[in-house]
């Protein structure tokens, strides 16, 4: 891992060019603008569930981007024959990645705290944002290199939202009121991602929080070795075939 610094500060230097920071940025007006307008005064439940969509989507979605600009520009071919180790360069990739949720919760937390009214404690969200993040950021591998073009991610991206992000969100907000259904949902990495963000709340049980953790934790592993033994083929530029 001697090369994961120097790697991880490339990343960063990589979003800025490709204007992903500059879109990030855009990103927390949008959700800061979203809680301004809202009328309620203790915005605890949409904080959670922007944090959710944040951490969900915008990883797929950065993740999916500088792989496709890094593999049109001829830099992934590079990687090839390089001493860097592809977990080098992954988790590079990923902590760069989980780094822009990180900053995104930061910003609307202070927002939230000082200008609004928030239950949320910060040390426990911090902890669930970065890990649905990072295992989001492996989704987002996974979607890209089986993705002929970044249109193509887009709508895979928008599927995994309507199929496992939507009806997570409509249990959340009460539309679901069936203990089978909001059971059932428990499969999907979707709800055990809300589940770790909501659980700063203090009121969930302690065995969901377990629970949803290590099937977070497990599903990293899952995806990490997948893009590791992808990554040569989408590198080469046959990824999406």
Not at 59 to 86: A, C, K, M
Not at 94 to 118: D, G, P
Request: aromatic residues 12%; negative net charge.
């Amino acid at each position: 891992m001697d090369h994961f610094l120097h790697l991880f500060v490339g990343e960063m230097q990589r979003m800025v060019k490709y204007s992903i920071l500059a879109a990030s940025v855009i990103v927390i007006v949008l959700w800061i603008t979203a809680l301004h307008f809202t009328e309620i005064q203790d915005v605890s439940m949409m904080f959670a569930i922007l944090l959710f969509i944040d951490a969900t989507t915008m990883s797929i979605l950065w993740v999916g981007v500088t792989l496709y600009f890094e593999r049109d520009e001829g830099s992934l071919r590079s990687l090839l024959v390089t001493p860097i180790t592809h977990l080098e360069y992954l988790l590079a990739k990923i902590s760069a990645n989980c780094a822009l949720n990180i900053q995104t919760m930061l910003i609307l937390y202070l927002y939230a705290h000082f200008l609004r009214e928030i239950h949320l404690d910060f040390l426990p969200l911090l902890a669930a944002v970065a890990l649905v993040a990072v295992f989001h950021s492996l989704l987002g591998l996974l979607l890209t290199y089986y993705s002929d073009s970044f249109t193509h991610l887009l709508m895979n991206m928008m599927k995994y939202v309507f199929v496992f992000m939507l009806p997570v969100m409509l249990a959340e907000v009460g539309v679901f009121q069936s203990e089978l259904v909001r059971n059932l949902l428990y499969v999907v990495p979707t709800r055990a991602s809300m589940t770790l963000i909501t659980a700063s709340t203090g009121l969930l049980e302690a065995w969901e929080i377990w629970f949803s953790a290590a099937y977070l934790l497990i599903g990293c592993g899952f995806l990490l070795r997948i893009a590791l033994r992808k990554f040569d083929e989408f590198a080469a530029g046959e990824g999406g075939q």
